[in-house]
C-alpha cells in the first residue's frame, strides 16, 4: 500500500473498535427514514466496510441477496467474516482501495461508503467508481465530511496542527489510558491524525455525481447529529457537519 494508505488503515485499527454498532446502524436507518426490509433481495457493495462491519452487518442481517466489501486493511475481511460467518453464504470481503473496485461495471443495486472517500486522495474518482458498479436504476449512499462552521473550523485547525507537533504515539497513549475523545464519533485521533481529510459543500458533491451521470440527488440530516445540537450548532460545527447523500443511476 501507498504510504497515506497505509497510515490511514493504521489509525483505524485504533479507532474503530470503539464503534457502537447497534446505535450507528439505528442512527443511519432513521437517517435515510428507511426500515432494514429496504435493502432485502438487492446485491450490495460495500466501499470501505472497516474494523467493526457494521454497514456488511446491518445489509447481511436485512435480507441482502449479496453483500461485497472493500477496505485497504487486510486483517478486517477475514475478521468481519468470521464474525458474520452465519451469511458467509453471500459475503464476498476482500482488502483493496475503493480508487480501484475490482468489479464489472452495472454490477450492483446498492453502493455504500460512508465516512471513507474524504479520507482517499481522490475522492471523486472514488465517487466515479461507485457510480460505475452501480446499476442502471441503483443507488449509491455517501457520508463525506462537510465545511465545518467558523468555530468549528478553528477547532479542526487546533486539532490539525497539534497532529503535526504530538506524536501520534503519545496521543494514542492518552486516549487508551484516558477514554477522553476515544468514541469514533468525536475521535481526537481521526480529528488530528487523518492523512488526508477533505471536507466538502453540498454544491460540490451534487456537480460532481451531476457530472457522473446521477440523478434524483437528495441530501439527509444525520440523526447522529441531530441528537447532538450542541456539535451541530451555529456556534460549534453547524448544521453541515456530515454530508449524507443518496443518489441514483438512471435506466
Given at each position: 500500500m501507498k504510504t497515506v494508505e497505509s497510515k490511514t488503515a493504521?489509525?483505524?485499527?485504533?479507532?474503530?473498535?470503539?464503534?457502537?454498532?447497534?446505535?450507528?446502524?439505528?442512527?443511519?436507518?432513521?437517517?435515510?427514514?428507511?426500515?432494514?426490509?429496504?435493502?432485502?433481495?438487492?446485491?450490495?457493495?460495500?466501499?470501505?466496510?472497516?474494523?467493526?462491519?457494521?454497514?456488511?452487518?446491518?445489509?447481511?442481517?436485512?435480507?441482502?441477496?449479496?453483500?461485497a466489501g472493500i477496505d485497504l486493511n487486510p486483517g478486517w475481511a477475514e475478521r468481519i467474516g468470521k464474525r458474520l460467518e452465519r451469511y458467509k453464504n453471500i459475503l464476498d470481503l476482500r482488502q483493496g482501495t475503493?480508487?480501484?473496485?475490482?468489479?464489472?461495471?452495472?454490477?450492483?443495486?446498492?453502493?455504500?461508503s460512508h465516512g471513507v472517500m474524504h479520507h482517499t486522495t481522490d475522492?471523486?474518482?472514488?465517487?466515479?467508481?461507485?457510480?460505475?458498479?452501480v446499476k442502471p436504476g441503483g443507488t449509491?449512499?455517501?457520508?463525506?465530511?462537510?465545511?465545518?462552521?467558523?468555530?468549528?473550523?478553528?477547532?479542526?485547525?487546533?486539532?490539525?496542527?497539534?497532529?503535526?507537533?504530538?506524536?501520534y504515539s503519545w496521543?494514542?497513549?492518552?486516549?487508551?489510558?484516558?477514554?477522553?475523545?476515544?468514541?469514533?464519533?468525536?475521535?481526537?485521533?481521526?480529528?488530528?491524525y487523518a492523512p488526508i481529510e477533505k471536507h466538502l459543500s453540498p454544491k460540490e458533491i451534487r456537480e460532481h455525481l451531476e457530472k457522473c451521470g446521477m440523478t434524483n440527488i437528495r441530501f439527509f440530516e444525520s440523526?447522529?447529529?441531530k441528537n447532538r445540537?450542541?456539535?451541530?450548532s451555529p456556534f460549534m460545527f453547524g448544521s453541515n457537519i456530515q454530508n449524507v447523500v443518496w443518489a441514483d443511476k438512471p435506466l
Open positions: 493504521r489509525l483505524y485499527e485504533d479507532i474503530h473498535p470503539f464503534i457502537r454498532i447497534d446505535q450507528t446502524i439505528s442512527d443511519y436507518l432513521e437517517t435515510l427514514r428507511i426500515e432494514p426490509a429496504y435493502f432485502q433481495d438487492k446485491s450490495i457493495l460495500d466501499c470501505g466496510f472497516g474494523g467493526t462491519g457494521w454497514s456488511v452487518e446491518l445489509f447481511a442481517r436485512s435480507g441482502a441477496r449479496k453483500v475503493v480508487l480501484d473496485l475490482p468489479f464489472s461495471d452495472d454490477t450492483f443495486d446498492y453502493v455504500h475522492w471523486k474518482k472514488g465517487v466515479q467508481e461507485m457510480t460505475r458498479v449509491i449512499y455517501l457520508m463525506l465530511y462537510g465545511k465545518f462552521a467558523p468555530v468549528g473550523r478553528l477547532i479542526h485547525f487546533i486539532y490539525r496542527t497539534a497532529g503535526k507537533i504530538i506524536p496521543s494514542s497513549a492518552f486516549v487508551k489510558a484516558t477514554g477522553i475523545y476515544r468514541d469514533h464519533e468525536i475521535s481526537l485521533l481521526d480529528a488530528m440523526a447522529k447529529w445540537r450542541f456539535y451541530s
